[in-house]
Nanobody, 122 residues
Framework: QVQLVESGGGLVQPGGSLRLSCAAS????????MGWYRQAPGKQRELVAT???????NYADSVKGRFAISKYNAKNTVYLQMNSLKPEDTAVYYC????????????????WGQGTQVTVSS
């Protein structure tokens, strides 16, 4: 079983910073990519940022220049540094592990974290 454990969410003032962490645990052989998605009230879930095992990154236009994604492959951990936060960033943030291959199975699967609330408000 693969489990994603998130931390770092909470309440922050506009213009402030927050760092999200997500660690994947289990009998993991490889992970192609990890990333963050978010869903605001009344809106569809959207991509925030992703990073592949080779280090390639992808950002949503709305966060580019403000957010930075990074990871440690050996620890199966991904981070999201969020700077210059805006009220529009308020959402539930979900950690994702894409194309995960476990020791028990060679099938590629996606896994999701439970979600963590990020609220940007004065």
């Amino acid at each position: 079983q693969v489990q994603l454990v998130e931390s770092g969410g909470g309440l922050v003032q506009p213009g402030g910073s927050l760092r999200l962490s997500c660690a994947a645990s289990g009998t993991i052989f490889s992970i192609y990519a990890m990333g963050w998605y978010r869903q605001a009230p009344g809106k569809q879930r959207e991509l925030v940022a992703t990073i592949t095992d080779s280090g390639s990154t992808n950002y949503a236009d709305s966060v580019k220049g403000r957010f930075a994604i990074s990871k440690y492959n050996a620890k199966n951990t991904v981070y999201l540094q969020m700077n210059s936060l805006k009220p529009e960033d308020t959402a539930v943030y979900y950690c994702n592990a894409d194309k995960v291959i476990t020791i028990k199975s060679m099938l590629e699967r996606d896994y999701w974290g439970q979600g963590t609330q990020v609220t940007v408000s004065s």
